[in-house]
């Protein structure tokens, strides 16, 4: 009775990990959720006064489906001013957040058997959201800095690539590709008249220099790139569902053509209070990034000093992405016994059984590697208290030393 399309869709691992570790805290466990994605930082208050005075207003009815003017205005004025980037309101749309613009740009480019570029380790939602389109997602390995070449992508190139997906900053690794590389992959797109999906919903948490998006390096890239954006993050209004595109006005076209036929229109209220998150004053974001930096240092400390782990440092983006593969995890009794004799890679036993027996005992919530495509790592958020991190990281090692 259920159709092959939704059949062959995974649920999203992050989600699961989030609902299990909230479905622990319900029944009166202390979890600390190293899982999701989301700002601990609730939304700036003139954001949230936007969006009171929209009801007020009684500005609640329909808007167009690709959204209203004063928000497309908004945000070409927001790709002018950080991004070095031209465009009229006609190619820009805004969406139910920024994996809404993300499944529409699959959607509207994307014909069955097209295959996508896709860098690993990955953000869960893309291969799904390319199999929905019909595509194919084409894996490209990245190396051990977790930064995707062009090298690498050309590697994989064949007569039936049509796109290639960028993240830069990254989920999971928070590793951002430097402008020399970006220069190199846009070329190669260009050559090869592949369109880049690029994901910058990051960009404003990167810890070092400054973000780079690739359609500001010369119109050809520009003209074949669709950049992603969102409010979420940036301006911690996850549950708002804002998200935003630029492209081509022929692309903007047919996602606005689809957007009309699934959603109508984004949230006419969440719209309004947008556009104060894009105009006005924007201390709250360079608060949290601070913080975020703190954070990710006091992580990174310790996720190091237990023996065993290994962890990078990330450039950007909130998120840690240590390599366990050093616990030599097929040696533990305790592991083994919910896996039986079950191998995930060589003699590794694997993220997905560490995950849950750290969630199950110690109630740490983290992230498989495996639902971002690289085994042998887990994620964890450092969008959370120095506390939590502090906490967190003390029973890890706890669980660590009594595999």
């Known amino acids: 009775m259920i159709s092959e399309r939704a059949r062959q869709i995974s649920p999203s691992e992050t989600l699961a990990i989030t609902a299990k570790a909230k479905k622990l805290k319900a029944e009166g466990k202390d979890v600390i959720a190293f899982a999701a994605g989301e700002p601990d930082f609730f939304t700036p208050d003139n954001v949230k006064a936007a969006g009171k005075k929209a009801i007020d207003n009684n500005f609640t009815r329909y808007t167009p ?12 004025n927001k790709f002018k001013r950080e991004n070095n980037l031209d465009y009229a309101p ?68 064949t007569k039936k690539t049509k796109a290639i997906v960028l993240n830069s ?43 780079t998006s690739i359609a500001s390096l010369n119109s050809d890239i ?23 595109c630029a492209a081509e006005k022929e692309i903007v076209g047919a996602m606005n053509a689809l957007q009309s036929h699934m ?37 990174v400390s310790g996720l190091n000093k237990i023996q065993g782990i290994s962890c990078k440092i990330p450039e950007g983006a909130f998120y840690t992405f240590p390599s366990i593969k050093g616990l030599n995890l097929s040696n533990s009794r305790e592991l083994n016994k919910i896996s039986g004799t079950q191998k995930s890679q060589g003699d590794f036993l694997g993220s997905r059984d560490f995950t849950m027996k750290l969630l199950n005992e110690k109630y740490v919530g983290v992230v498989p590697g495996t639902a971002f495509g690289r085994e042998g790592h887990i994620r964890l958020s450092y969008a959370c208290s120095e506390e939590d991190i502090k906490r967190g990281l003390e029973r890890i090692r706890e669980f660590v030393e009594g595999l």
């Open 169 to 211: 900053p990254s989920n999971p690794s928070g590793a951002v590709i430097d402008d020399e590389e970006l220069r190199k992959i846009a070329d190669f797109a260009v050559k090869n008249n592949l369109f880049v999906i690029s994901d910058e919903v990051y960009e404003h948490f990167i810890y070092n220099g400054k973000h």
């Open 65 to 76: 489906a690709s959204g209203i003017p004063e928000l497309k205005e908004a945000i070409c």
């Open 90 to 157: 006609e190619n820009i749309i805004t969406s139910n957040g920024g994996k809404h613009s993300l499944y529409t740009a699959f959607q509207a480019i994307i014909d069955k058997g097209d295959e996508v570029l896709l860098p690993v380790p990955y953000w869960v939602s893309y291969v799904d959201q390319i199999r929905l389109a019909e595509g194919t997602p084409v894996f490209v390995e990245s190396g051990d800095d977790f930064k995707i070449t062009a090298e690498q992508l050309k590697s994989k190139l």
């Open 263 to 299: 959603t109508s229109n984004p949230c006419s209220v969440s719209q309004m209070a947008a556009v104060e998150a894009l105009n006005g004053q924007q201390d709250s974001v360079r608060k949290m990034k601070a913080a975020f930096e703190k954070r990710r240092d006091l992580m």
């Open 222 to 244: 520009k003209k074949l790139t669709i950049t992603v954006n969102a409010m979420s993050k940036t301006y911690s209004m996850t549950g708002w569902r804002i998200g935003y």
